[in-house]
């Protein structure tokens, strides 16, 4: 992915089954999370091996390294590490709210950025500071993800109006990052948010077979969601 690339949608898939239905489904980008342990929670590192071998070079994939705050760096790049060496394209970390933040970022860039495509997500609802673009594009960090932490809490236009939201889609392409939008969306966002033109647009909940989040894949659902965003999405300027 780069900035100012196509809007794509990523689906997160818990392991490496629901990974193939994504794939067979026609997600552009496949991550790995599991949704009964957090906003980020972390797929076993033998699994994400097993859904690697699975989805192949078919697509790209995504994989979260859980919900630590950013109190503890070295556990941090240790989660990321591990998760990197499973051979996944994109290692997602999450920036929680706290006064190591910059810190972290630094700690990361300096021990995964020259051999890693790492990926920040930011909380829209939980301490959410667009000042950190800057210096993740200086760590070396390849893209930023604009998410909820609170699952129940809303969807991540409840917290950042479309105009917010172009704001920081804007700023992370004159950082030179690409920007992903997320957090509760469902199918009737898809308009608003691809009118913002971010890289990527990400789905869970929206794409399962049941209440919520933490129900099994749905494959029409998954299909249902792509053929909605191919229908409103604009190519973007290169």
Do not use: N, W
């Amino acid at each position: 992915m780069r900035p100012g690339g196509p809007t794509r949608l990523l689906v997160s898939a818990r392991d490496a089954e629901e990974a193939l239905v994504a794939l067979a489904a026609g997600a552009d980008v496949i991550d790995l999370k599991e949704p009964r342990e957090g906003a980020l929670g972390m797929v076993a590192v033998d699994e994400i091996r097993r859904a690697v071998a699975a989805v192949g070079r078919r697509r790209p994939i995504s994989a979260t390294t859980g919900d630590a705050t950013p109190d503890d760096p070295a556990a941090v790049l240790a989660a990321a590490t591990a998760v990197a060496e499973t051979g996944v394209d994109y290692v997602k970390v999450g920036l929680f709210p706290g006064e190591g933040r910059r810190a972290l970022i630094e700690t990361l860039g300096l021990g995964l950025a020259a051999e890693t495509r790492l990926v920040a997500v930011l909380f829209a609802d939980h301490g959410f500071d667009a000042g950190l673009i800057p210096s993740l594009a200086d760590a070396g960090f390849h893209g930023l993800v604009v998410d909820t932490a609170g699952k129940r809490s809303g969807r991540l236009l409840d917290h950042l109006a479309p105009d917010k939201l172009a704001i920081v889609v804007a700023a992370c392409r004159e950082a030179d990052l690409f920007c992903g939008l997320a957090g509760s969306v469902q199918l009737e966002d898809l308009p608003v948010l691809a009118a913002l033109s971010p890289e990527l647009i990400g789905v869970r909940g929206a794409a399962t077979a049941g209440p919520d989040r933490t129900a099994p894949l749905d494959a029409r659902r998954v299909a249902a969601l792509v053929a909605a965003l191919a229908a409103v999405a604009r190519p973007h300027a290169a």
